[in-house]
């Protein structure tokens, strides 16, 4: 049996790889050779050439047939009209962007995506509305014209190794740089799904075990357990053997978590992998918060160049001045704050019997 990867070398890419040859698979990789990752055998065939390049893909495959075909980079569309006919099983990796009001959460009112996200929600179906959005549920839709018993996963965002835009940077640099707060929004209490690398090249390639249970599907992909953003810090932070303080403030004054949220609003992002789950029998290769506290050591082990690509592209400045004006202001407003009385102290509801709410009715025996 032999298999294509197209991509193989971001952070789900070698996970992929090896995962096919576990199974048996002779894998031969295409991507641009900018990037060669130790984790790939040498045994594994590279194919040098532009995914993005409906040319220079068609003469780099010509010839060629696969059993099996993982695209996880290039122009996809492209890629399986190329491949039809020339492929047992096609694959392929989009994004959940697809989902209408991922990336424009106040487009309905009130604002945010429905808790979880499945499958069958609203896409974007209106450039105006999110043309990136609008360009992936296209991609989508031509995957299956020329592929009909392809499976097409939506990804969310990806951490782990070798991720270029590493969200745990901005959590990972502020322990290396000895800083002690760390601003966050409303208690850090947003939910997003995210996934681990290996947890999602192992729900792909699951795709190519159950060819015919994985025909025509599209399927949510991330981790089982999605973690809140309070969490994510204080498990990345703990990973590091340290202690952040969380200073938490509302919204739209904690303007230093912005990298952090990676959305204009606090609302959740929950993807329901239910349907992964009951026809693949998904299950995490690394729980969510082992797997958090990896990427943590890794990224205190092979530090991104401070300016470089990942700070780029994350837009964290690292302005510790002026976080530490901001935490000043905001707890000499909160220090400001009249002391309020109430005549009768409002509770959390006679049904609540947690810390602080109902008492026993009775004694326990």
Same mark, same amino acid.
């Not at 199974?23 to 060669?36: A, K, N, S, Y």
């Not at 492929?87 to 424009?104: N, T």
């Not at 043309?131 to 549920?137: N, P, S």
């Given at each position: 049996?032999?298999?294509?990867? @197209?991509? !193989?070398?971001?952070?789900?890419?070698?996970?992929?790889?090896?995962? #096919?040859?576990? &199974?048996? $698979? %002779?894998?031969? +990789?295409?991507?641009?050779?900018?990037?060669?990752?130790?984790?790939?055998?040498?045994?594994?065939?590279? @194919?040098? !050439?532009?995914?993005?390049?409906?040319?220079?893909?068609?003469?780099? #495959?010509?010839? &060629?047939? $696969? %059993?099996?075909? +993982?695209?996880?980079?290039?122009?996809?569309?492209?890629?399986?009209?190329?491949?039809?006919?020339?492929?047992?099983?096609?694959?392929?990796?989009?994004?959940?962007?697809?989902?209408?009001?991922?990336?424009?959460?106040?487009? %309905?009112?009130?604002?945010?995506?429905?808790?979880?996200?499945?499958?069958?929600?609203?896409?974007?179906?209106?450039?105006?509305?999110?043309?990136?959005?609008?360009?992936?549920?296209?991609?989508?839709?031509?995957?299956?014209?020329?592929?009909? %018993?392809?499976?097409?996963?939506?990804?969310?965002?990806?951490?782990?190794?070798?991720?270029?835009?590493?969200?745990?940077?901005?959590?990972?640099?502020?322990?290396?740089?000895?800083?002690?707060?760390?601003?966050?929004?409303?208690?850090?209490?947003?939910?997003?799904?995210?996934?681990?690398?290996?947890?999602?090249?192992?729900?792909?390639?699951?795709?190519?075990?159950?060819?015919?249970?994985?025909?025509?599907?599209?399927?949510?992909?991330?981790?089982?357990?999605?973690?809140?953003?309070?969490?994510?810090?204080?498990?990345?932070?703990?990973?590091?053997?340290?202690?952040?303080?969380?200073?938490?403030?509302?919204?739209?004054?904690?303007?230093?978590?912005?990298?952090?949220?990676?959305?204009?609003?606090?609302?959740?992002?929950?993807?329901?992998?239910?349907?992964?789950?009951?026809?693949?029998?998904?299950?995490?290769?690394?729980?969510?918060?082992?797997?958090?506290?990896?990427?943590?050591?890794?990224?205190?082990?092979?530090?991104?160049?401070?300016?470089?690509?990942?700070?780029?592209?994350?837009?964290?400045?690292?302005?510790?001045?002026?976080?530490?004006?901001?935490?000043?202001?905001?707890?000499?407003?909160?220090?400001?704050?009249?002391?309020?009385?109430?005549?009768?102290?409002?509770?959390?509801?006679?049904?609540?019997?947690?810390?602080?709410?109902?008492?026993?009715?009775?004694?326990?025996?």
């Amino acid at each position: 049996m032999n298999a294509l990867v @197209i991509g !193989g070398t971001g952070p789900t890419g070698h996970f992929m790889v090896n995962g #096919l040859r576990r &199974r048996g $698979f %002779d894998v031969t +990789i295409l991507h641009t050779g900018r990037h060669e990752l130790a984790e790939i055998p040498a045994e594994v065939e590279h @194919i040098h !050439g532009d995914p993005y390049s409906p040319e220079a893909l068609t003469a780099a #495959l010509e010839g &060629r047939t $696969f %059993d099996a075909c +993982i695209a996880t980079y290039g122009r996809l569309r492209r890629t399986a009209e190329i491949l039809s006919g020339r492929v047992g099983k096609f694959v392929s990796v989009g994004g959940v962007p697809a989902y209408r009001g991922y990336m424009h959460p106040s487009i %309905d009112s009130p604002a945010g995506l429905p808790v979880p996200i499945r499958e069958n929600a609203a896409l974007v179906d209106d450039p105006v509305d999110d043309e990136k959005g609008y360009r992936i549920v296209r991609t989508e839709e031509r995957v299956f014209d020329a592929q009909p %018993d392809a499976a097409h996963f939506r990804y969310p965002y990806v951490y782990g190794p070798y991720q270029l835009a590493p969200r745990e940077w901005c959590i990972v640099r502020r322990v290396r740089d000895q800083r002690d707060v760390i601003v966050i929004p409303d208690d850090g209490l947003t939910l997003q799904s995210f996934g681990y690398a290996e947890n999602l090249a192992h729900a792909v390639v699951l795709a190519v075990d159950h060819p015919e249970r994985s025909a025509g599907q599209i399927y949510n992909c991330a981790d089982e357990e999605t973690l809140t953003l309070r969490q994510v810090v204080e498990i990345t932070a703990a990973a590091l053997g340290h202690s952040l303080e969380i200073v938490s403030m509302p919204y739209p004054i904690a303007i230093p978590a912005r990298p952090l949220m990676m959305q204009p609003l606090p609302t959740h992002r929950v993807l329901d992998i239910a349907k992964l789950r009951a026809d693949l029998g998904y299950h995490d290769v690394v729980p969510a918060r082992e797997a958090l506290a990896h990427t943590a050591r890794w990224l205190n082990a092979h530090p991104p160049e401070p300016g470089g690509l990942e700070e780029t592209v994350l837009q964290d400045p690292f302005d510790y001045a002026a976080e530490d004006r901001l935490i000043a202001g905001w707890r000499a407003a909160i220090s400001s704050l009249p002391e309020i009385e109430f005549g009768e102290l409002p509770g959390y509801g006679l049904a609540y019997s947690g810390p602080g709410g109902r008492a026993p009715s009775k004694p326990f025996k």
